[in-house]
């Protein structure tokens, strides 16, 4: 008897949607790079299964079944890591996640938060469960670009939410192309952080000190 084919890997949308069943405190935004850096990180004990857990506080979720446990960890492993990995190639360039943007207050704190977890997580998956971490110097200067842009993508929100600071039309209008080149920025630098990262492990080289980063 012929064995049946294996299901195909859980798409994107797939994905958030068992995250969204499972109350998954994560954001799907930040959930894909926290994989990302997670994948690159110099952390000898990072595994993917130690990244799933992360993401509920480091228990997974309560299931009803086995199948519904599987369903998960696979869509997630087989399905989202696995497609993050090709990001170790240059070939590959990383993306951030992508949505139009409406022209107000509302549509420039949502981007700019967007931006800053997903930055936030790109971090917490590089460090793991370690507040620092000896990187090659093109991942630590990556780093310490994003860490510049999370504080400019706070500053963005912060005067968005804020109704005493006059914000108009054409205020927005003038900033929604500088958020856009932050987030050209922001996937650059992280890519470039993933590519030295991945560089290193491969020639042997993080067994040898490189510069101190350290969490927050």
Request: aromatic share 6%; charged share 25%.
């Amino acid at each position: 008897m012929a064995r049946s084919p294996n299901p195909p890997p859980a798409s994107d949308t797939e994905v958030r949607a068992l995250l969204e069943r499972y109350q998954c405190p994560v954001p799907f935004h930040a959930v894909r790079t926290r994989f990302l850096g997670n994948i690159a990180s110099p952390d000898l004990l990072a595994s993917p299964m130690k990244a799933v857990e992360a993401l509920w506080g480091g228990e997974l979720p309560v299931f009803d079944t086995m199948d519904q446990a599987n369903e998960l960890i696979s869509a997630l492993v087989t399905g989202l890591w696995q497609r993050l990995t090709r990001h170790q190639e240059r070939s590959a360039p990383f993306r951030l996640t992508r949505a139009e943007v409406p022209p107000t207050r509302e549509g420039v704190a949502a981007v700019t938060l967007t931006r800053r977890e997903e930055i936030a997580g790109f971090r917490i998956g590089l460090f793991g469960a370690n507040v620092s971490l000896d990187l090659p110097e093109r991942a630590y200067q990556a780093l310490g670009t994003l860490s510049e842009i999370r504080v400019m993508c706070d500053g963005f929100r912060g005067l968005a939410e804020n109704r005493d600071e006059p914000m108009g039309p054409d205020d927005i209008s003038g900033l929604l192309p500088r958020l856009r080149e932050l987030t050209r920025i922001a996937e650059h630098e992280m890519h470039e952080a993933v590519l030295s990262c991945t560089r290193a492990r491969r020639q042997g080289l993080m067994t040898t000190p490189g510069r101190g980063a350290v969490l927050h």
